[in-house]
């Protein structure tokens, strides 16, 4: 079973946000177990990106790939990693030097409640292009 975790500034106060997040868990149940980690502040954010043996960034600087090659990445990875996601600044200098590999999401800037939704369903897809699913190619 993959194991992640997924480390990020604030709390969901967004009932939306909560169901949608929660919808993909479901579906991830017995495949990927997810952690949250939600920092208080930048420090703590930090402190726990510091924990990370394989840390992934999320940074709009990073990696632009598609799904299929970011399912093909994290495979390769391992079934444990970090995922990072940064307040309305990003992430600091010294969280990103932390961190196995940088991703962007898009180019496009997105509130960090929308990054960890986003995350998440590609997390999701991910797995199902891993085995196959027709689930990439009909969304």
């Not at 930048?42 to 043996?53: D, F, H, S, V």
């Not at 995922?83 to 991703?103: E, T, V, Y």
Request: with cysteine.
């Amino acid at each position: 079973m993959f194991k992640v975790k997924i480390i990020a500034i604030g709390r969901s106060k967004e009932a939306w946000l909560s169901a949608a997040l929660a919808e993909y868990e479901k579906r991830l149940k017995g495949r990927l177990e997810i952690e949250w980690l939600l920092a208080e502040d930048n420090g703590a954010l930090a402190a726990y990106c510091r924990k990370e043996p394989l840390l992934i960034a999320l940074d709009i600087k990073g990696d632009l790939i598609s799904s299929e090659a970011f399912s093909e990445k994290w495979m390769r990875l391992g079934t444990r990693a970090a995922f990072a996601i940064g307040g309305p600044d990003g992430l600091s200098a010294d969280i990103l030097k932390l961190a196995h590999w940088r991703w962007s999401l898009s180019p496009l800037t997105f509130t960090n409640q929308m990054a960890r939704l986003l995350l998440v369903e590609q997390l999701y897809r991910a797995l199902e292009i891993e085995r196959g699913s027709p689930y990439h190619k009909g969304s």
